[in-house]
Nanobody
């Protein structure tokens, strides 16, 4: 599975971004998809994840209510709608795929099988 993330950028606090991740079609429909981020000097953390069918999603506490994850299995794409961005959201955002048809999406990054190259999100005034 090849993953290509895009849609990062430089925005001001309160703005929105909509990074997306395109995957090769072969196994996208049978994979959990996750968004992770890593800020300078910090460890990688889970941001959000969605199960293979799009019926269950997870959000870390700091983004719940501001971010929305969605997927289009026909287009092999997962999107992270990020609203009300804060400076602390600044990080490189990575999409990842975990093979399997889980009811509850996996949130442990060590269990993910494939990773994209990352897209930089900078929130600054």
């Amino acid at each position: 599975v090849q993953l290509q993330a895009s849609g990062g950028g430089l925005v001001q606090p309160g703005d929105s971004l909509r990074p997306s991740c395109a995957a090769s079609k072969r196994t996208f429909g049978n994979s959990d998809m996750g968004w992770f981020r890593q800020a300078p000097g910090k460890e990688r953390e889970i941001v959000s994840a969605i199960n293979w069918s799009g019926t269950k999603a997870y959000y870390t506490n700091s983004v719940r209510g501001r971010f929305t994850i969605s997927r289009d299995n026909a287009k092999s794409t997962v999107i992270l709608q990020m609203n009300s961005l804060k400076p602390e959201d600044t990080a490189v955002y990575y999409c990842a795929a975990k093979l399997g048809t889980n009811l509850i999406p996996v949130i442990n990054g060590a269990r993910y099988d494939y990773w994209g190259q990352g897209t930089l999100v900078t929130v600054s005034s």
